[in-house]
């Protein structure tokens, strides 16, 4: 019983928290960010939180690579192989990128289509994770810095 009632305590808290952030994102920037298929307001603001002012990044590969989800590179004698993902960066902004991709992957037709087909070329889930993070970067910096509204046509 008491272990019911910290878990009640618990989804109070988180409530109210998830309640507090739905009435400060309107206030910034990355309140675009919800008008995607499955971003809502606790994923717009974990990427918000990771990034600060979107003013400091120059382009979306350079928040990718900051999130330390670019591959290795093993080169030597003028061969080249591509390693696992570096995991060099922001633990936080690598989060928020996979769920930013998982909310597109749940809700959006296009993102699912394109897991699909890199399932059926044989890749595994991390390198689709991965893919689909980096594909939803793109979209929610260039939403953010032009402070456009999510637009099927646009992304697909």
């Known amino acids: 019983a008491a272990d019911l009632a910290l878990l009640a305590d618990l989804e109070d808290q988180i409530a109210a928290a998830e309640t507090r952030i739905a009435t400060l994102l309107p206030d910034t920037a990355y309140r675009v960010l919800t008008t995607a298929p499955g971003w809502g307001t606790v994923r717009a603001a974990g990427y918000a939180a990771a990034l600060g002012p979107i003013a400091r990044w120059d382009s979306a590969a ?9 591959p290795i590179v093993y080169a030597s004698a003028g061969k080249r192989r591509d390693g696992g993902i570096s995991r060099e960066g922001s633990v936080h902004l690598r989060r928020a990128l996979i769920d930013l991709g ?24 991390g390198i689709i994770a991965c893919a689909l993070a980096r594909r939803a970067n793109k979209i929610a910096y260039a939403m953010v810095r032009d402070q456009a509204e999510f637009t099927p046509t646009r992304w697909s």
């Open 62 to 70: 350079k928040i990718y690579r900051a999130a330390g989800l670019t």
């Open 102 to 125: 998982i909310g597109l992957w749940q809700k959006d037709p296009a993102a699912r289509h394109y897991a699909h087909t890199l399932r059926e070329r044989g890749k595994p889930g």
